[in-house]
């Protein structure tokens, strides 16, 4: 499965710009990749390797501005329609190591 984060947060004083840095610097130390901007998606095994990672980001999470999260089958993810523009070299990288063959 897959977790996606997408968040909005405020960036208009030193402190929240911190605060900003320091979310995004977890998100990519946890192995996040970036799909787009504010938009962070990881891999998961099952949901409960998925509530230990949302776990994490509801305690680092802070009081303004906005962060969902969305947990999406490899299915689903798969069936994501991409209009404009192409997967990114991290996003490809982790389609590979995730290819298993069974001979």
Same mark, same amino acid.
């Given at each position: 499965? @897959?977790?996606?984060v997408?968040?909005?947060?405020p960036?208009e004083?030193?402190?929240e710009? @911190?605060?900003?840095?320091h979310f995004?610097?977890?998100?990519?130390d946890?192995g996040?990749?970036?799909?787009?901007?504010?938009?962070?998606?990881?891999?998961c095994?099952?949901?409960?390797?998925?509530?230990?990672h949302?776990?994490r980001? @509801?305690?680092?999470?802070?009081?303004?501005g906005?962060?969902?999260?969305?947990c999406v089958?490899e299915?689903q993810y798969?069936?994501?329609i991409?209009?404009?523009?192409?997967?990114?070299?991290t996003?490809?990288?982790v389609?590979?190591?995730?290819?298993?063959v069974?001979?």
């Open positions: 499965m @897959r977790v996606l997408l968040f909005d947060l960036v004083t030193k402190q710009i @911190r605060q900003y840095t995004r610097k977890f998100l990519l946890d996040f990749i970036m799909i787009q901007y504010s938009i962070y998606m990881r891999f095994r099952n949901t409960v390797d998925a509530d230990k949302i776990a980001i @509801r305690q680092l999470s802070q009081q303004k906005n962060i969902r999260i969305l089958t299915k798969e069936n994501m991409l209009i404009i523009g192409e997967k990114s070299p996003e490809l990288m389609n590979e190591q995730m290819t298993m069974i001979e």
